[in-house]
């Protein structure tokens, strides 16, 4: 169970034995099929209720008209980026032990505030939604956390961020099934939870069952271990302007990924698929072999300062295909379909290897003895503070824009700002590690 040292029960679970004497593909398909499917499972706690339309607006103090859909996403991802930036504290300093614990833990609270969003009335569903999303940032650092420090961890990383690029779309396509039944949209996101607790715990007792990583794993990505505020400071400190670009590409590639998501339903409807609510789903199919792919690659790069300037190389190419399709698909030489499937491939090939390799990496090439967990929970709780700000601005700044049209603006922000933060960030860490 534990990455630094195992429990004595798990060293003599028999499963636990088991995966430490198999051979390396085994061991990557029973760990990404854990992995995957425990993130998986809390996507159907966090995003089924975004299919819901949620139609109207509500008067609030001091703020005025905000459209429902947008006060209810906002609600819950400013939960969600506190619990981000709870994470950095208690992701990088969180023990192997308590770690299957803390994730069933986390989600259960959540369904639970899915049950207050359905009885609680008018406003206050935004509190339910908000407390829905406090404790879910942290599923994420508490999965990566049994993959990192591995020399399998660009696979196994790879398997884990397929699964929300595939998740989302399809509890956003069970949650439509389940209002398609008769269920109230209020219940429907509580229904859909139910469907998946039961599969979450058996995930999560596979990943519990995990060896922590061998000797080999150790001197090849450097021996990971939790991080108090005093080493937290020390890293920082050591790579703060690189860092600093990179969060400050993460806040612009988590916004446009989060409104892609949140609306995908209006943007697809207005692309001419509203009789389509499967297409939320195999659209990001092509997206996660794609992301998978290319990431497992990386595995083949044993020098970590040559993975990690190709890591980057890789992102600023996800950049670059975002403002090439959007020009395709704007001059009519792709379709609609099309436009948005490679524009998924880029933000996606972006966006993922902040959640897998690309801190990890960058541990190992500095060689500091830590965890890829503190500088994850960094850029996410910064990044949607940058989800939250995009969504105000729509309805304040753009609210006369379609969600379509303003969609393609911030494709063509996205595919500059970012390109040269990629070509930033890079060049410092090839001089840092050089």
């Not at 379909?337 to 966006?351: C, E, N, P, Q, R």
Request: glycine share 10%; proline share 4%.
């Amino acid at each position: 169970m534990s990455q630094a040292s195992s429990g004595a029960l798990q060293r003599s679970s028999p499963v636990t034995r088991w995966v430490a004497r198999t051979n390396a593909p085994t061991f990557a398909i029973y760990t990404i099929a854990a992995a995957f499917s425990t993130y998986f499972c809390m996507y159907a706690f966090r995003k089924a209720f975004a299919v819901g339309t949620f139609a109207g607006t509500v008067d609030l103090p001091l703020v005025g008209s905000i459209d429902l859909k947008i006060l209810l996403i906002i609600s819950q991802v400013l939960g969600y980026c506190l619990s981000k930036f709870m994470g950095i504290k208690v992701v990088s300093e969180m023990t192997g032990e308590r770690r299957a614990t803390a994730l069933v833990g986390v989600i259960g609270i959540s369904w639970l505030a899915l049950l207050l969003f359905a009885v609680l009335p008018g406003p206050w569903k935004a509190l339910a939604l908000f407390l829905n999303g406090l404790p879910l940032g942290m599923v994420w650092g508490l999965t990566f956390g049994f993959l990192e420090g591995r020399r399998l961890t660009e696979v196994l990383g790879a398997g884990l961020s397929a699964s929300y690029i595939v998740a989302s779309g399809a509890v956003k396509t069970v949650g439509k099934l389940t209002l398609d039944y008769g269920i109230d949209e209020y219940w429907m996101p509580f229904a859909v939870g139910a469907l998946f607790f039961p599969p979450l715990c058996l995930a999560v007792w596979l990943l519990a069952r995990l060896p922590p990583p061998t000797a080999e794993d150790e001197a090849l990505r450097t021996k990971r271990q939790p991080m108090d505020a005093r080493a937290r400071k020390q890293f920082t400190l050591a790579f703060l302007p690189g860092l600093a670009m990179l969060t400050l590409l993460y806040i612009l590639l988590t916004a446009y990924r989060d409104f892609r998501d949140n609306f995908a339903r209006e943007i697809w409807d207005a692309l001419g698929y509203s009789a389509s609510p499967g297409i939320m789903t195999t659209s990001e199919l092509p997206i996660a072999g794609g992301v998978l792919l290319v990431l497992a690659l990386l595995m083949l790069i044993k020098d970590n300062r040559k993975a990690l300037i190709a890591v980057h190389l890789i992102m600023l190419g996800g950049t670059v295909l975002i403002g090439a399709s959007t020009w395709a698909w704007q001059a009519g030489l792709i379709g609609p379909a099309a436009w948005m499937i490679s524009v998924g491939l880029g933000l996606y090939i972006g966006y993922v290897p902040y959640g897998c390799v690309l801190f990890d990496r960058l541990i190992a090439a500095v060689g500091f003895a830590g965890t890829a967990g503190f500088m994850i929970y960094v850029t996410d709780a910064f990044g949607y503070l940058g989800s939250v700000a995009l969504m105000l601005y729509k309805n304040f700044g753009q609210a006369e824009l379609s969600w379509l049209d303003f969609f393609v603006r911030f494709s063509w922000v996205t595919f500059w700002a970012c390109g040269a933060c990629f070509v930033g960030s890079m060049f410092y860490f090839a001089w840092k590690t050089r």
